[in-house]
């Protein structure tokens, strides 16, 4: 499904990605791992289109990503890839379910089909009596987990989570790597993730380990 074929990235004279090459199943959950600085984040990025890689190509079921223009890889990206962090990035004067409701509103849905659907992620994750309250109101799991239903709202390809459950606790940690899985059960849903957290990264399908800019399995 997602393909990244000789993919080198540099920041000046560091070079942070060698040729990295990798292949991603529809329904995976991939971990990534590595020492700080590794080139993990870097890549996570790059696979994201949230920047670009100097050499090299991005495929997404044949369509080569990384070649397309700045509006079009936006368009892209909101429809087709969601994103989780270690820090949540929800706004803050909004509730839950509405700042859920963001990414079907910038593509352009109704309102009321973008409530709907909105909704119905956070009753799956557990949060329907909690849409109403905003983000303050929200222990950090529970900020987390609506962080994950808006990465699904678009129905993405692809979910990537950086660092996630770098700002849990160790019980909500592992009731976000629980929920990964369970959304792969039942919605065949695609994750990337980059960890620290050992358990986190053993749990994936594939463990890919970023060293001196280069993977390996």
């Known amino acids: 499904m997602i393909e990244v074929d000789n993919v080198s990235k ?22 990534i791992v590595g020492a700080s600085g590794a080139g993990k984040t870097t890549l996570l990025q790059i696979l994201g289109t949230l920047d670009r890689a100097d050499s090299g190509r991005v495929v997404y079921e044949g369509r080569e990503v990384s070649a397309l223009g700045e509006r079009a890889l936006a368009r892209f990206r909101n429809e087709h890839i969601g994103f989780v962090f270690q820090a949540h990035h929800l706004l803050p004067e909004f509730t839950a379910v509405e700042n859920v409701m963001i ?17 119905e992620l956070l009753e799956r994750l557990g949060l329907a009596d909690r849409s109403r309250h905003k983000p303050a109101a929200l222990s950090g799991g529970e900020q987390q987990r609506v962080a994950v239903a808006r ?42 993730v980059v960890t620290h957290n ?20």
């Open 198 to 217: 050992e358990e986190l990264a053993d749990m994936a399908d594939r463990k890919i380990t970023i060293k001196d800019g280069k993977n390996t399995e």
């Open 10 to 31: 540099s920041y000046g004279a560091l070079q942070v990605l060698r040729e990295v090459n990798l292949k991603i199943a529809q329904g995976e959950v991939v971990s």
């Open 103 to 119: 990414p079907a509103l910038i593509k352009g849905d109704r309102q009321e089909e973008a409530r709907h659907r909105a909704m």
């Open 151 to 192: 990465a699904l709202m678009n129905k993405p390809m692809v979910v990537l989570a950086d660092e996630p459950t770098g700002n849990l606790d160790s019980a909500h940690a592992r009731e976000l790597h629980e929920l990964f899985f369970a959304l792969r059960q039942d919605l065949g849903q695609t994750f990337v």
